[in-house]
């Protein structure tokens, strides 16, 4: 049965955004505004906004990650991961907003994240790809953890394999081996680097983009996202922490999300939490 309490805390954390009492950046107000301007369109939809919210939906994918999920590492290490209340309000709504029509069809294909170090965003990931790779039902799904660097692209990757390793449902539904993680439905889990030779034949259902800021062109970002064109409802998560270089991908991307979230461009299909500190010169 899925408990749909869980998905309150996402109300509750947009708005006290909006009311205050959740210290937040400009852009986090301006997303929760959005976020609750769009529950409103949603009562009414139509051609020019085809999306509702649906609470079950994205409690489930809560649920999934709070019951089975655990923390992989530190003094937590096998311990149910609980998320924090910001990270209630990314997940609900990557996988609450669906088309009216079709609720197998979810609204946002792109996801930004942009976060201070040390705030689980590895974690989350690995989450959201575990959750994805069970709760979803497409056959044969391909999930990686793309990076510049193939270290770097390991991140993710490994702290799946650690996820799977300390969670006993996980164990019975994953099998860890070095370079893969095989799931249901004959699923894969791959780490993939920008130089690696099996960029071409890809068929993804989630790619995660970890630590975008590093990367100084958008080649492997634009390969991952053409390979997607015969899934459903497939994701491009891209995740991220300060110090992106300057004209780099990773600031073009949080400059166009920026701009939906100011309401100078619309993108229905992307999502975009960017926590910094706002510009005091602004």
Same mark, same amino acid.
């Given at each position: 049965?899925? &408990?749909?309490?869980?998905?309150?805390?996402?109300?509750?954390?947009?708005?006290?955004?909006?009311?205050?009492?959740?210290?937040?950046?400009?852009?986090?107000?301006?997303?929760?505004?959005?976020?609750?301007?769009?529950?409103?369109?949603?009562?009414?939809? #139509?051609? &020019?906004?085809?999306?509702?919210? #649906?609470?079950?939906?994205?409690?489930?994918?809560?649920?999934?990650?709070?019951?089975?999920?655990?923390?992989?590492?530190?003094?937590?290490?096998?311990?149910?991961?609980? *998320?924090?209340?910001?990270?209630?309000?990314?997940?609900?709504?990557?996988?609450?907003?669906?088309?009216?029509?079709?609720?197998?069809?979810?609204?946002?294909?792109? +996801?930004?994240?942009?976060?201070?170090?040390?705030?689980?965003?590895?974690?989350?990931?690995?989450?959201?790809?575990?959750?994805?790779?069970?709760? &979803?039902?497409?056959? +044969?799904?391909?999930?990686?953890?793309?990076?510049?660097?193939?270290?770097?692209?390991?991140?993710?990757?490994?702290?799946?394999?650690?996820?799977?390793?300390?969670?006993?449902?996980?164990?019975?539904?994953?099998?860890?081996?070095?370079?893969?993680?095989?799931?249901?439905?004959?699923?894969?889990?791959?780490? *993939?680097?920008?130089?690696?030779?099996?960029? #071409?034949? *890809?068929?993804?259902?989630?790619?995660?983009?970890?630590?975008?800021?590093?990367?100084?062109?958008?080649? *492997?970002?634009?390969?991952?996202?053409?390979?997607?064109?015969?899934?459903?409802?497939?994701?491009?998560?891209?995740?991220?922490?300060?110090?992106?270089?300057? #004209?780099?991908?990773?600031?073009?991307?949080?400059?166009?999300?920026?701009?939906?979230?100011?309401?100078?461009?619309?993108?229905?299909?992307?999502?975009?939490?960017?926590?910094?500190?706002? &510009?005091?010169?602004?």
């Amino acid at each position: 049965m899925i &408990d749909l309490s869980r998905i309150n805390r996402a109300f509750e954390y947009a708005q006290d955004v909006i009311s205050g009492e959740e210290v937040a950046g400009k852009y986090i107000i301006l997303a929760a505004e959005r976020f609750v301007n769009d529950l409103e369109r949603s009562q009414a939809p #139509d051609e &020019d906004f085809p999306w509702v919210f #649906d609470p079950e939906k994205a409690a489930k994918y809560i649920q999934f990650i709070e019951t089975v999920c655990v923390h992989s590492r530190g003094s937590w290490a096998g311990k149910p991961f609980i *998320l924090s209340p910001w990270q209630v309000f990314f997940v609900a709504q990557l996988f609450g907003w669906v088309h009216h029509e079709d609720e197998d069809k979810r609204r946002f294909t792109t +996801a930004h994240l942009f976060v201070a170090r040390k705030s689980g965003k590895s974690q989350l990931a690995a989450a959201i790809t575990l959750a994805m790779a069970v709760l &979803d039902t497409d056959g +044969a799904p391909q999930l990686v953890s793309a990076a510049t660097k193939r270290d770097q692209a390991r991140e993710v990757f490994d702290e799946i394999s650690r996820c799977v390793k300390q969670s006993s449902p996980l164990k019975k539904r994953f099998k860890v081996n070095r370079t893969e993680i095989e799931g249901p439905r004959m699923g894969v889990i791959k780490p *993939l680097a920008s130089d690696a030779n099996s960029l #071409d034949g *890809l068929n993804l259902n989630l790619a995660v983009v970890d630590e975008f800021h590093a990367m100084k062109t958008g080649d *492997l970002y634009r390969v991952l996202a053409s390979s997607m064109g015969s899934r459903k409802s497939p994701i491009m998560l891209a995740i991220t922490t300060a110090g992106f270089i300057p #004209d780099g991908p990773c600031a073009t991307f949080m400059a166009a999300g920026k701009q939906v979230l100011e309401g100078q461009k619309r993108n229905d299909r992307l999502l975009i939490l960017t926590y910094e500190i706002d &510009d005091p010169e602004l």
